[in-house]
């Protein structure tokens, strides 16, 4: 009589029986959907680490060059490329605020201004305080209006007070900046 010895196909179709037998055909698919969930996520964690090690890498590589060389950051901004307006054009630009504020039908009674002469730290500069009296949403077109007609004006303060909730005329107290173009520089280009 010869002896029969199982192969390792015969053992393995031996416990798929088994398995089948035990788990039945639902708890073999959700044993093969657990295989393919753990395989999905290793593969997703080895991405989000592959991912953290570039950008770790990409930082220190950002940070030693910014650190190697100083760049002026003030030249990447779209105001360094705009012509900034010089000291002898502050009578034009307070025209042309009185005139946005105006157009909008805002009281403009009186305005505050006051030259600040270049230091090392800033630019030279035309401070505006005033106070307008009108309608919320005409104080906000005067301010977007403002804004974008000069692109060196900053606003500083912007306070509003209402006599009551019932009329909708608003009171606004602002104070601007607007940037000038050093003495020096009769182009009016951003100061360096």
Known sequence: ???????????????????????GLAGLLGIGLL????????????LHEQFLTEA????????????????????????????????QDVPTLLS???????????????????????TAE???SLEVRCALKGPYPNIRSFLTAALLDTPTLAVREFNLSRPSADTPIVEAKLSFV???????????????
């Open 1 to 23: 009589m010869t002896s029969w010895t199982p192969t390792i196909s015969w053992r393995l179709r031996v416990a798929g029986a088994r398995l089948q037998q035990q788990a």
């Open 35 to 46: 295989v393919l969930a753990v395989a999905k996520g290793a593969t997703a964690w080895r």
């Open 56 to 87: 770790e890498q990409a930082a220190r590589t950002t940070t030693a060059a910014a650190l190697a060389s100083p760049v002026d950051k003030r030249a990447e901004t779209p105001v360094a490329r705009t012509r900034w307006p010089l000291a």
């Open 96 to 118: 042309r605020l009185e005139r946005a504020a105006v157009k909008e039908g805002l009281g403009w009674p009186q305005a505050d201004y006051r030259i600040n002469p270049a």
């Open 122 to 124: 800033s630019p030279a």
């Open 178 to 192: 607007v940037y000038l173009g050093g003495a020096d520089e009769t182009s009016g280009e951003a100061p360096k």
